[in-house]
C-alpha cells in the first residue's frame, strides 16, 4: 500500500512530521493493507495564519483495486486530533465494507457457491 501525505502551505512539521503520520496510518490500517492500492492524506489549516478553534483537517482517500475510492474526513483544533479522527472514521468504514463482504453475520455467504458447513 502507497501512503501519500499531503500538505498545504500552513502545515508545518516538515519531513519529520509526514513521516510519523506515513507510519502511523500504516500501522492502523494494517490489517487492510492487502486491500488498498493507495492512501491519499491531505492534511491543511483552513484558516491559516488566523486563529480559530477548529481549523485543521485532514481528508483521508483509500483507493482499492476495481473500486470507487473511499474519501473521509474531519476537522480538529489540532492536526493530530485531525489526522487520528479521520483515521478512526476511514477504520469504520473499512471495517463494514470489506467485513461485509468477508464475513457475513458470522458464516458463508450464499454469493460465494460453497455449502454451509
Known sequence: MLIQVN???????????????????????????????????????ENGAKQGPIDKRCLLEAHRSGHPAVVVSHEAATLEEAWTGAAKKLLHVLE??????????????????EPAV
Do not use: C, P, Q
Open 7 to 45: 500538505t498545504d502551505a500552513n502545515i508545518e512539521g516538515g519531513e519529520k512530521f509526514v513521516r510519523y503520520v506515513e507510519g502511523e496510518m500504516d500501522r492502523l490500517l494494517s490489517r487492510f493493507r492487502d486491500n488498498l492500492s493507495r492512501l491519499d492524506i491531505h492534511l491543511s489549516d
Open 96 to 113: 463494514s465494507n470489506l467485513g461485509r463482504n468477508e464475513d457475513h453475520k458470522g458464516g458463508a455467504s450464499i454469493r460465494t457457491g
